[in-house]
């Protein structure tokens, strides 16, 4: 029997397929010893991804597709009464580089406020990653962090819309 996968009804992959993951794909170029621990890392976080799932009382959530590969990401916030992020969850499908770059972003994103979310840059997240990302595979990496900065421009938006009326509170 194929586990499934706690986030969605796709089956999760098996040990065995997930061994067969052509390695060669996850970086670009020679790496060196420091980035193959980096890239075990990446696996991990594909195989046994942090903060996976989805949150009914987020105080925001963001969907975004990557066009040219399918690579999707939903993510859910819950900021709480001190506006800084108390939970996260994400679901998505796609390549180990993109879902582990928003394991990867989710886990660093707990405790921070809005503003320091919005600091984030790309450079960061491919920090995260500590791989060299070639070209093709960039729009993967950086899938999550655009997820994130479309979901906070929602938010905020939507504050302002309803004079400054939040959906935080205290995080269970």
């Given amino acids: 029997m194929t586990a499934r996968n706690e986030t969605d009804d796709e089956p999760a992959l098996t040990a065995e397929q997930a061994a067969q993951i052509d390695r060669a794909v996850v970086g670009e170029g020679p790496l060196t010893e420091e980035e193959e621990i980096y890239k075990e890392n990446i696996l991990d976080h594909y195989r046994h991804p942090h903060n996976t799932g989805r949150m009914s009382n987020a105080t925001f959530s963001n969907r975004e597709l990557n066009p040219l590969c399918?690579?999707?990401?939903?993510?859910?916030?819950?900021?709480?009464?001190?506006?800084?992020?108390?939970?996260?969850?994400?679901?998505?499908?796609?390549?180990?580089?993109?879902?582990?770059?928003?394991?990867?972003?989710?886990?660093?994103?707990?405790?921070?406020?809005?503003?320091?979310?919005?600091n984030i840059k790309r450079e960061d997240v491919l920090s995260l990653l500590g791989i060299p990302i070639g070209v093709v595979r960039m729009k993967c990496a950086l899938l999550s962090l655009r997820t994130l900065q479309k979901g906070i421009d929602t938010y905020e938006a939507s504050r302002q819309s309803h004079n400054g009326q939040r959906r935080s509170g205290e995080c269970l």
């Avoid at 819950?78 to 499908?93: E, H, S, Y």
């Avoid at 993109?98 to 394991?103: E, T, W, Y």
């Fill in 70 to 118: 399918g690579d999707t990401i939903e993510l859910f916030v819950k900021l709480d009464d001190r506006q800084r992020v108390c939970d996260v969850k994400f679901i998505g499908k796609g390549c180990a580089i993109s879902q582990a770059s928003i394991s990867l972003l989710s886990d660093s994103i707990k405790g921070k406020t809005i503003e320091e979310m919005k």
